[in-house]
């Protein structure tokens, strides 16, 4: 595993997302309620940090986690909320060394843990603490695009993150114009969940309105039927 990559925009944090298995998954872990660069930078300050050129996986799952939240939150910290994410990232560490030796690279790759179809790999980091159903399709979908791991069915186990030129995601992601391109979908998804979102709160109004006039309505009916006698 040697890609180039342009995920963290900086060079000497792409060459190791490039490098290690380990950080190319912490850097999809981070990518969540941050700018992408930040996020895929984050594992070559954490290594920096560390006194190291990589991350390891055991050092990492067996680090004191005050003290582990504490590097993370060193300025410039290395995302939003370094507390949550120590943990999460010692979490996945701990995964990876429980079930896999500590080599992230065994989730898709080796003898013994060859990944027979995309749907099995897509199953494989799904498991993975951190890494809901979205954000596995989305790592599956870098895998095949710019890593070569490509199983049998890949493409249809990422979902629409692995449409060749979809430009969805990291995955789509190569250089200046291709980030462009996907921060511009980003930026439309956002806009037609933020339509989609208003949508269906004035129709939520408008039906407590209804509502609301049917219970006064039904009020006045009983009230006239009792003055009327009935």
């Given at each position: 595993m040697d890609v180039t990559l342009h995920l963290a925009q900086r060079p000497e944090a792409d060459e190791l997302l490039g490098r290690s298995p380990l950080a190319a998954l912490v850097g999809m872990l981070l990518d969540q309620q941050v700018p992408m660069e930040w996020a895929f930078a984050g594992p070559y300050t954490i290594a920096r940090r560390l006194g190291g050129d990589d991350l390891d996986a055991h050092e990492i799952a067996a680090y004191e986690p005050e003290a582990f939240a504490a590097l993370l939150s060193e300025k410039p910290a290395v995302h939003r909320y370094p507390g949550s994410m120590a943990k999460r990232i010692q979490q996945l560490c701990q995964y990876l060394v429980e079930h896999y030796e500590g080599d992230a690279a065994k989730v898709w790759e080796g003898a013994e843990t060859d990944a027979e179809s995309g749907a099995e790999l897509l199953g494989r980091l799904k498991e993975l603490p951190g890494f809901g159903a979205q954000k596995a399709q989305i790592f599956l979908a870098l895998l095949g695009k710019q890593f070569g791991v490509r199983p049998k069915g890949w493409r249809e186990a990422?979902?629409?993150?692995?449409?060749?030129?979809?430009?969805?995601s990291v995955a789509?992601?190569?250089g200046p114009d291709s980030l462009t391109k996907v921060r511009a979908h980003k930026q439309e998804m956002k806009a037609a969940a933020k339509a989609?979102?208003?949508?269906?709160?004035?129709?939520?109004?408008?039906?407590?309105?209804?509502?609301t006039q049917g219970a006064k309505g039904s009020k006045g009916s009983k009230g006239a039927a009792k003055a009327s006698g009935g």
């Open positions: 990422a979902g629409s993150y692995g449409e060749a030129n979809s430009y969805r789509d992601i190569t989609a979102a208003g949508t269906t709160a004035k129709a939520a109004a408008e039906a407590a309105k209804a509502a």
